[in-house]
């Protein structure tokens, strides 16, 4: 009988309307020695935007998972996510400008790609949600409706032969071009015209892809699979799986139709990787800002219009990392972030920015913590100055009676606070026991 290997897994997820900091969290978990030797991506595209901080220097991931900042063995991109190629190939070269083996990136076989039709569509279609227009909604549509183009579909059907050659840019244009035709002719004049602009550059990032990271194999984590050879000295694994978006973002249980376009729920993240049943559900670890922020349209109650918001927005830097759209700003809303912890089944809780909300940008800072009528109620508290916290004990006044606000009404601990942009500047909320490490 062949040997199975254990896999276990956490899931860090947003909890708001994303860009709450998953990114660092994720880098900073990742870099602890030992704790995980594969990271994943489970859902969504080049829609997302994790800004991290490597050596000083700024980098935007958008469908690479943070671990590969980490150097570790296996970085996932799971069936569960979309991808375009020719801004994964613009990802993958900024990363192996680092310095980093890009190799170890595994694109899922399973994963539906995004091409020049889908983009312009959805330039046409969505830009009442606000969506960032990059192709991902249709391509997903597309994957629903059974007419969608996988990664397996251009690497291992292109050449009559069986053969994995996609070195031949005329053969695969040619077979781009005619293998959604026959399922969609509505839509051939359509997929003409956006394919005469950039399907040669779409075509050319397939292959520098196939030459440049590694495709995975449907059974990758199954007893035949090449984890398995991978981690031949191991009997077991530990995944990091990061969420893209956010729970109030999914696209069942969030704002609907203010939403994404793919499950975003820890629940999701074993089909969207491709783990086996067998696997075990390790912790939920929810990210929330201090305050809240929102992009493009949907409800949002606690927003901040003038004054205040536009301030936080600047101090916070509040501008998308995919499109630099403006974010809109609103206070810290507990019984939506409620909803999403009881939805995820968050373990532990980080909260990032509190260092945004200093005395210098705002005078005050309020949270809302009941929304009872449809009438949103309001706690005040003084801001605060939080350049001196390095450790549990610097948490004190007016930022502890907020902290003990917020864990009151969750009933879950708030684990780890940041203090600034870098994955450095995350602080523990109580003492951590010597020889632990940061966690």
């Known amino acids: 009988m062949k040997s199975l290997l254990k896999i276990i897994y956490?899931?860090?997820?947003?909890?708001?309307?994303?860009?709450?900091?998953?990114?660092?969290?994720?880098?900073?978990?990742?870099?602890?020695?030992?704790?995980?030797?594969?990271?994943?991506?489970?859902?969504?595209?080049?829609?997302?935007?994790?800004?991290?901080?490597?050596?000083?220097?700024?980098?935007?991931?958008?469908?690479?998972?943070?671990?590969?900042?980490?150097?570790?063995?296996?970085?996932?991109?799971?069936?569960?996510?979309?991808?375009?190629?020719v801004l994964l190939k613009a990802e993958v070269e900024g990363i192996k400008a680092l310095g980093f083996d890009s190799k170890t990136i595994y694109l899922s076989e399973l994963v539906h790609l995004i091409t020049p039709y889908e983009r312009k569509i959805d330039g046409e279609m969505n830009k009442r949600l606000g969506t960032t227009c990059k192709g991902i909604g249709p391509t997903y549509a597309h994957k629903a409706h059974r007419i969608g183009l996988r990664v397996v579909d251009v690497f291992y059907l292109l050449s009559s032969n069986g053969t994995e050659d996609y070195s031949d840019i005329e053969m695969l244009e040619q077979f781009i071009m005619?293998?959604?035709?026959?399922?969609?002719?509505?839509?051939?004049?359509?997929?003409?015209s956006a394919s005469e602009e950039s399907l040669k550059e779409w075509a050319e990032a397939v292959q520098w892809l196939g030459e440049n990271i590694s495709i995975a194999k449907a059974n990758f984590f199954l007893s035949d699979g090449e984890a398995r050879k991978i981690f031949s000295e191991r009997k077991s694994v530990r995944v990091l799986a990061e969420g893209a978006q956010s729970v109030m973002l999914d696209n069942t249980y969030g704002t609907y139709p203010y939403v994404t376009s793919s499950n975003c729920m820890p629940s999701s993240a074993p089909a969207?990787?491709?783990?086996?049943?067998?696997?075990?559900?390790?912790?939920?670890?929810?990210?929330?800002k201090a305050y809240n922020t929102r992009v493009g349209s949907g409800p949002f109650d606690t927003e901040l219009l003038y004054g205040s918001g536009d301030l936080i927005c600047e101090a916070g830097k509040e501008f998308g990392s995919t499109t630099g759209r403006k974010r809109r700003i609103g206070w810290l809303d507990l019984p939506d972030l409620q909803y999403a912890c009881e939805l995820a089944g968050v373990d532990e809780l980080f909260m990032t920015k509190v260092d945004v909300l200093s005395p210098g940008v705002t005078g005050s800072v309020s949270v809302c913590f009941s929304k009872g009528g449809g009438v949103a109620t309001y706690k005040q508290f003084d801001a605060w100055d939080s350049s001196h916290i390095k450790?549990?004990?610097?948490?004190?006044?007016?930022?502890?009676?907020?902290?003990?606000?917020?864990?009151?009404?969750?009933?879950?601990h708030v684990e780890t606070v940041s203090v600034g942009p870098n994955a450095n500047d995350l602080v523990r909320t109580k003492p951590t026991p010597e020889g632990v490490g940061y966690r």
């Open 10 to 85: 956490d899931v860090v997820v947003g909890l708001q309307y994303g860009d709450e900091g998953k990114g660092k969290i994720a880098q900073k978990l990742a870099l602890i020695p030992g704790l995980y030797q594969i990271s994943a991506r489970f859902n969504g595209g080049p829609n997302a935007g994790h800004t991290v901080f490597h050596e000083g220097k700024k980098l935007v991931l958008h469908v690479v998972p943070v671990g590969i900042l980490a150097r570790l063995r296996v970085n996932f991109i799971g069936p569960g996510c979309v991808v375009d190629p």
């Open 178 to 192: 005619s293998y959604p035709l026959s399922l969609m002719p509505i839509y051939r004049q359509d997929w003409l």
């Open 391 to 412: 450790r549990d004990t610097d948490i004190t006044g007016s930022f502890r009676s907020f902290l003990d606000l917020v864990e009151e009404h969750l009933g879950i």
């Open 272 to 288: 969207g990787i491709g783990l086996p049943g067998f696997a075990t559900k390790g912790r939920v670890i929810g990210v929330f």
